[in-house]
């Protein structure tokens, strides 16, 4: 058998001080988790995209997931700029309401605390056909 080199024997014998290592280590603050949809939230949203995907008008989603914000990005082609964004925001929970729909130039069409009431946006309004 091959003996140890003196330094390393003597380095493990010769400790008997216990160490903190969170003196040596700099703490690091936990990142905060990333805003999502809720299952329930999730489940609204979807089946407005069924639908709308149904009659030939949505075709493609993408869903983000940042720090400050969760978006449901609807497209009509995958290639092109959104055609609305579903976009919670818990910070303005308290104020305005959390969930907002906003369309391709960025304008706000519907803010509201009740994802279901802020969706009301997409209902298909009846139209008056002149004959």
Not at 79 to 84: C, K, S
Not at 114 to 123: I, Y
């Amino acid at each position: 058998m091959a003996q140890k080199p003196e330094s390393q024997t003597s380095s493990v014998k010769g400790s008997g001080k216990v160490v903190d290592l969170s003196q040596y280590r700099p703490s690091k603050k936990p990142e905060p988790l990333p805003v999502t949809f809720h299952r329930r939230e999730l489940d609204t949203i979807l089946w407005l995209y069924g639908r709308m995907v149904g009659d030939g008008e949505w075709r493609d989603y993408a869903l983000d997931h940042m720090k400050d914000r969760a978006v449901f990005s609807v497209f009509k082609r995958a290639g092109e700029m959104p055609l609305y964004r579903i976009e919670k925001n818990p910070k303005l929970a308290a104020r305005q309401g959390a969930f907002s729909v906003t369309n391709n130039a960025g304008m706000v069409l519907k803010r509201g605390h009740d994802l279901k009431q802020v969706l009301k946006v997409f209902d298909k309004k009846l139209k008056l056909v002149e004959k």
